[in-house]
């Protein structure tokens, strides 16, 4: 089998507070979005890190732990590009796991269209995250209050740590949840493929792969990399 050729570079960023220097590694060759998206994975997980270090430094303690799914019943936004890879990703699974994930897909989606939230319609960000987070719909890859999609999961899960009592994620509001300052890397992925990218709940993955637009852009990785610092730039 022909080995794909890679192009390694490294970052070196600015984003909020946090100097970052990250080796980055894509394909050299034309590939769709997604294929870049792991690259972008470890870029979010090296600010979130460094978001930790200096939290750390400054004597805050992190109170998010395993088990604690509190979050995963927020709204999760996720960009064309993520889904294309999370589509993938759950069509590779065993088909028993597939056929549990579209279950709770179907619950999700069935949940969130009764409630009239399937569309944002003229609610502001903050309504509909707040009427959402009531539905207490848990996310489809939550299982015993886990992650089971860890090392694959969005961008934006990645970026959501906080310093208050767990308790405080599950009130109604979140009020006085008080969330570790990341910076919102993943803003940037969400317009990769088209400037104003719309964006979907991650809860109606599979409503959206029914529908997706076919025929997305093929560039080579460095071409997705440029593209990608150019959104951060701008956010
Ligand atoms: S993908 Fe994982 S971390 Fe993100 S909301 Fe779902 S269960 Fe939680």
Redesign the pocket.
Known sequence: MAETAHSTATLRLTVGDLRIVHPITVPASAVPAADVLPALQGLVNTVVAAAEAGLMKSGGVISCRKGC?A??R?L?PVSRTEGERLVALVAAMAPERRERLHARFAAAAAAIEGAGLARRGDRTDRDLSVAYFALGI??????DE?????PD??L??RE?LVTSPAELCAGPTQEGVTPVAVPKVSLAARGLQEENEDWFA?ALLMKWARTRPSGGKRRTGPEWVQRFLKGLARK
């Open positions: 799914g979050c995963c927020q999760v848990a996310c489809p890859f939550l299982e886990s992650c089971s999609i860890h999961r969005p934006v899960c959501y991650l």
